[in-house]
Nanobody
Framework: QVQLVESGGGLVQPGGSLRLSCAAS????????IGWFRQAPGKEREGVSC????????SYADSVKGRFTISRDNAKNTVYLQMNSLKPEDTAVYYC??????????????WGQGTQVTVSS
């Protein structure tokens, strides 16, 4: 059974950091691009970052560029999203997803259940 499980969310003060993890089971992440998406209350889901399967190239939404870093550890079948200098507007449910095609502007095949990130003082 294909499954993606996110972890690492929580409550953090503005300026703080969190690292999200996306662990895969039932399939090998090596052959999939992995994307991170987020959805805040009352807003549409937006793509945050992705990492390709082929060469590990990455892309980021303008709103997180320079603050977030995506990485993958194929040996652990896990992808990470390091989030630094967090802002209140980063508050959202964060989802990881897997697809054959990289990018942050299209729907993905497989999705996790999401993890809540709240940035507040």
């Amino acid at each position: 059974q294909v499954q993606l499980v996110e972890s690492g969310g929580g409550l953090v003060q503005p300026g703080g950091s969190l690292r999200l993890s996306c662990a895969a089971s039932g399939f090998t992440l090596d052959y999939y691009a992995i994307g991170w998406f987020r959805q805040a209350p009352g807003k549409e889901r937006e793509g945050v970052s992705c990492i390709s399967s082929s060469d590990g190239s990455t892309s980021y939404a303008d709103s997180v560029k320079g603050r977030f870093t995506i990485s993958r550890d194929n040996a652990k079948n896990t992808v990470y999203l390091q989030m630094n200098s967090l802002k209140p507007e980063d508050t959202a449910v964060y989802y990881c997803a897997a697809d054959r095609v990289p990018g942050i502007h299209h729907d993905y095949d497989y999705w996790g259940q999401g993890t809540q990130v709240t940035v507040s003082s």
